[in-house]
């Protein structure tokens, strides 16, 4: 699809999307929504009698971006709106249609940000807490108890292989984004429901199965089979709420931080290369985060006092 004849820079705008389809290989998705905002531009052009690129002043996209805004656009859809122009504006500047690019130094209105939804403590209790003593309960409570002892990703928890546990040392190793793996601690709750679970997952494990958490199947559970059961547990276990995996991720990080206001360490657990723009990711060594852990996660205390292994 091409941009509809009658509209200023129609010639400007097609050959921009061919440049993005031939040469940048974008998806028709892609390309349609280009093409969206970049009608956009065109039609707030036209009202204004603005019919050549070199007549495009920041003052005007400040001023569609406003309109845009007072009409009930989204700041998500008004940054992705002014990103569009930006591409096409350069690539403008490129080919020579345009002296300079109008939409540098415009910031479209920041959206709020979301809080996430955790749990309290109590509530965290409450959920993992998995009664049964059949397949689905014991995996289950295996599965939640890990979730909220670590602070995995769903894609995480689901990756684990039985080799990647270490239950003596009470740890599991852990692949994340960008392939980063990293050795998390297991809290004792969680290693008396991960021990439980090995021993039932003898009794149903095909041998070449490598994957720690199986489905009924015998097979690697998937992530959707991980988010309905949670889906089910939280009917289950009286939550009053949906609960899923995200969830007990940021619960455990919120309790962390709360009772350890080391948020170098809540990173390092997160598996976060960077919190922020401005935060340089710290490493910390895993006995470090072994004995910070134990002393301010609300269901660690892995090993013993008086265990000296």
């Known amino acids: 699809m091409v941009i509809a004849q009658g509209l200023p820079f129609n010639d400007e705008i097609n050959g921009f999307c061919r440049y993005l389809q031939s040469e940048k290989q974008l998806s028709e998705r892609t390309l349609e929504a280009y093409r969206r905002d970049l009608s956009k531009l065109q039609s707030g052009c036209q009202e204004r009698h603005i019919t050549s690129l070199n007549n495009i002043h920041s003052q005007d996209i400040r001023m569609l971006l406003a309109e845009q805004h007072r009409k009930g656009a989204s700041s998500k859809t008004l940054q992705r709106w002014l990103s569009s122009l930006r591409s096409f504006f350069r690539y403008a500047v490129r080919r020579g249609w345009l002296d300079a690019n109008p939409g540098d130094g415009l910031q479209a209105p920041k959206a709020a940000r ?3 939804k955790t749990l ?4 965290s209790n409450q959920f993992v807490e998995v009664q049964g003593d059949d397949f689905v309960s014991v995996r289950d409570r295996a599965i939640v108890e890990l979730f909220y002892s670590s602070g995995l ?8 292989n039985v080799t990647d546990l270490d239950l003596r040392d009470g740890s599991v190793l852990v692949t994340g984004k960008g392939n980063r793996q990293r050795r998390l601690p297991v809290g004792r ?5 991960l021990q439980a679970w090995l021993n039932e997952r003898k009794l149903h494990a095909p041998a070449a199965e490598p994957a720690l958490f ?12 991980v988010q309905a059961r949670l889906q089910q547990l ?3 276990q009286g939550m009053g709420q949906p609960v899923h995996p995200h969830m007990l991720r940021h619960s455990f990080a919120s309790h962390m931080l709360e009772s350890s206001s080391d948020l170098r360490l809540v990173q390092e657990l997160l598996g976060h290369a960077n919190i922020s723009t401005t935060q340089i990711y710290t490493h910390l060594d895993f006995q470090h985060l ?12 892995r090993r013993r006092d008086d265990d000296t292994d």
């Open 153 to 160: 990703r769903l894609s995480e928890l689901v990756g684990i």
């Open 234 to 236: 939280s009917l289950r």
């Open 189 to 193: 709750c969680a290693v008396t429901a």
């Open 114 to 116: 979301k809080l996430p």
């Open 290 to 301: 072994a004995k910070v852990y134990d002393g301010a996660h609300p269901r660690a205390q």
């Open 214 to 225: 199986l489905s009924n199947r015998g097979k690697r559970i998937s992530q959707r089979n």
């Open 120 to 123: 309290d403590v109590d509530q």
